[in-house]
């Protein structure tokens, strides 16, 4: 059974002959030498790559399936697991693109140990990497607005967002589980064992806050992975006096201070199970994660965001546990890339938004000086540490022009 959105589209036809062809390619396979199944393995991807062209250049979302296989063309967001080879279960929302397709044996291939799925994409991957406290779903309206032409995946780092729910056993409440090595190599698993990386082996990574110091340490171990780089309100290092302002009062907490907060709520006789310590908890959260997401009109401080985007913002927040918070905010804080941004060899873009109090211009201009792929740095008018929140359809249009300047550029 075979189903075409456009029964009159001319590749409807060359999807149905395409179909038949690959049927007699898994037949032909079956039983054969290793050597044999690796050639019609090549053929099989060159024909399907064939078809993902003629698809992407009609600009058609298609679906076709079969009883033994299936291509699928969506734009659509899936919420996905992946068991790491380290042990982590990675959580991450993955929309397809135009340009990709999933070629999927679901009936008896007779493969004999080749690998049953093929990834055939005409467009580098974009991974983006979101903030402190923040999860895959920081990116949901940023998303929403990035180009439809390639494979998009927003990953949730260990212990954030739903990746918290594999945090139960007594190992997970550690330093070490929450080191900055350990949280690379979660990046570069992911991209690996998951196929989130195109022919060449690249990826285009967008980071923001603590994605982007992630963003820098990943891009300056594995610079050969990165096609181009977006850091957004990112810094390569937090000086313990760093002061951030959490609120329209004027309230303010060095970075030193902060550390030492979040040290307090992983303390064993602090017992969060306790009303009023729960309530200071959550609103010492929100005053941290929304700290230059309000204006300032007629004499009064007005939100930014509205009150339901709020609530979905920490209610990701509330997901990760005080050993999560604590832990990765103590490891990123002792955090030094100054030296290693010239190992960086990727194209580079630098958001900053202005009215943020914890990152500051001199640390972009740090960013600047030490990346020297570093093609665009744009301030972002009226927006704080949350611009994907606040900002989100500048952000991608930003993002999307920086990538698609690529395909102007000798690889």
């Known amino acids: 059974e075979i189903s ?8 409807s036809l060359r999807g149905l002959q395409q179909s038949i062809e690959y049927k007699h390619f898994l037949s032909r396979m079956n039983g054969q030498s290793k050597e044999e199944c690796e050639s019609l393995k090549l053929q099989l991807q060159e024909s399907v790559k064939t078809y993902v062209s003629a698809l992407t250049e009609n600009q058609c979302d298609s679906y076709i399936g079969s009883s033994s296989n299936c291509l699928h063309f969506n734009c659509t ?38 690998d049953d799925r093929f990834n ?26 990035l180009g439809a032409e390639r494979r998009i995946v927003s990953m ?29 190599e979660d990046i570069y698993q992911l991209l690996t064992e998951g196929h989130l990386l195109d022919r060449n082996g690249q990826v285009f990574i ?9 963003a820098i340490g990943f891009s300056a171990k594995h610079n050969s992975m990165v096609k181009g780089l977006t850091l957004l309100n990112g810094s390569a290092f937090l000086p313990d006096s760093r002061m951030i302002t959490v609120n329209s009062a004027g309230k303010s907490f060095s970075v030193k201070q902060l550390t030492q907060i979040f040290e307090k709520w992983m303390d064993p006789n602090t017992d969060l199970s306790r009303g009023f310590l729960i309530k200071r908890h959550k609103a010492f959260l929100e005053q941290f994660q929304f700290h230059s997401s309000w204006v300032r009109h007629k004499g009064k401080f007005i939100h930014i965001l509205s009150q339901e985007d709020r609530a979905s913002i920490m ?36 958001l900053w938004g202005v ?13 600047m000086q030490g990346i020297k792929g570093t093609r ?4 972002i008018q009226g927006a704080g540490y949350g611009l994907v929140w606040t900002h989100p359809q500048e952000i991608a249009t930003l993002i999307n022009d920086f990538i698609r300047s690529f395909d102007d550029m000798k690889s």
């Open 4 to 11: 075409f959105p456009n029964p009159n589209n001319i590749w």
């Open 156 to 184: 949730s780092i260990r212990g954030f967002g739903d990746s918290n729910q594999f945090n139960e056993g007594p190992e997970t409440k550690t330093n070490d589980h929450f080191s900055v090595d350990k949280l690379i």
């Open 315 to 350: 209610n990701e927040t509330l997901k990760a546990d005080v050993f999560a918070q604590g832990y990765t905010w103590g490891n990123a804080v002792q955090l030094d890339y100054r030296n290693d941004l010239k190992n960086i060899r990727a194209p580079s873009m630098i």
């Open 77 to 114: 967001s899936q919420d996905r697991t992946l068991s790491l080879s380290n042990g982590h279960n990675s959580c991450f929302s993955v929309r397809q693109g135009h340009a990709t397709a999933d070629f999927e044996v679901t009936g008896g291939s007779g493969l004999k140990g080749l």
């Open 120 to 145: 055939i994409s005409n467009a580098t991957p974009l991974l983006l990497i979101h903030g402190f406290m923040d999860s895959s779903k920081s990116w949901t309206k940023v998303m929403s607005s």
């Open 206 to 214: 967008a980071g923001h806050g603590l994605g982007a110091m992630l």
């Open 376 to 379: 665009k740095f744009r301030r």
């Open 355 to 367: 009215n943020d109090t914890l990152i500051t211009e001199e640390d972009q201009k740090t960013l």
